[in-house]
DNA sequence: TGCCAGGCCCTCTTTAGGGCCTT
């Protein structure tokens, strides 16, 4: 364990989240919109927020769903600039997001425009939310916010709204770790850990985790 | 016109299929 890590909370963590012509950059989708939301100790502690310019296209039924349109790229700075202010911005602060494998990779798309790699692991709040927010409705990010009494964030589908709901899930999760189930530290590298248990088997290992 | 990805996870499963999630 190198990162900073709080007593009685969440080290410091990155939660971020992107807007895209599409679902993934193997079928030459790209990234439209990135916001980072940086928590510590359960707390926004930063954020960083851009429109890039990857030079394509977007489809009218994604600028229907985030409102981002071709015009507004026009004006937006080129995404390998925003990108590499974003890899500055988080620097080697362990990654959050909703459906990580989604963001993982465009960030890892977009890194590799540039020839930069990814340093750290994500971890997901849709899989940590299914092990341990079994009862929810369903585990979209808005339905999660909704139900768990979570602040409205500003109009979903973009960047920053969505990663500020991203952050407090992943804050609540958190404290539902904690006082559910007696963690006084929640790692990322729990969370990474817990992320990839069977969903039967969340309680024998938070167990074990605690024990230690 | 409609679909285009991909990992996770459940079940009527494991020599598979399909829903959930992200844009």
Request: aromatic share 6%.
């Amino acid at each position: 364990m190198t990162e900073r890590q709080d007593k009685g909370g969440l080290e410091r963590v990155a939660v971020i989240d992107f807007e895209t012509t599409g679902l993934s950059p193997g079928i030459g989708c790209r990234a439209t919109e990135i916001a980072v939301v940086l928590l510590e100790n359960g707390r926004v502690a930063g954020r960083f927020q851009s429109l890039m310019n990857a030079g394509v296209r977007v489809p009218p039924d994604i600028e229907r769903l985030t409102g981002i349109s071709n015009a507004m790229l026009k004006a937006a700075p080129p995404a390998d600039a925003v990108m590499r202010e974003a890899a500055e911005f988080v620097g080697d602060t362990p990654l959050v997001a909703h459906n990580a494998a989604f963001d993982r990779k465009f960030w890892d798309y977009e890194l590799g425009q540039f020839g930069r790699t990814r340093r750290q692991d994500f971890a997901c709040t849709l899989l940590l939310a299914r092990r341990l927010l079994p009862a929810a409705p369903n585990h979209k990010l808005g339905t999660l916010t909704r139900w768990a009494g979570l602040p409205a964030t500003g109009q979903a589908h973009r960047a920053l709204a969505d990663a500020e709901m991203a952050a407090n899930l992943m804050a609540h999760l958190t404290r539902v770790l904690r006082v559910q189930h007696g963690l006084d530290r929640v790692s990322h590298q729990l969370l990474c850990g817990l992320q990839k248990v069977a969903a039967k088997q969340v309680p024998e290992y938070l167990r074990r985790v605690t024990a230690v």
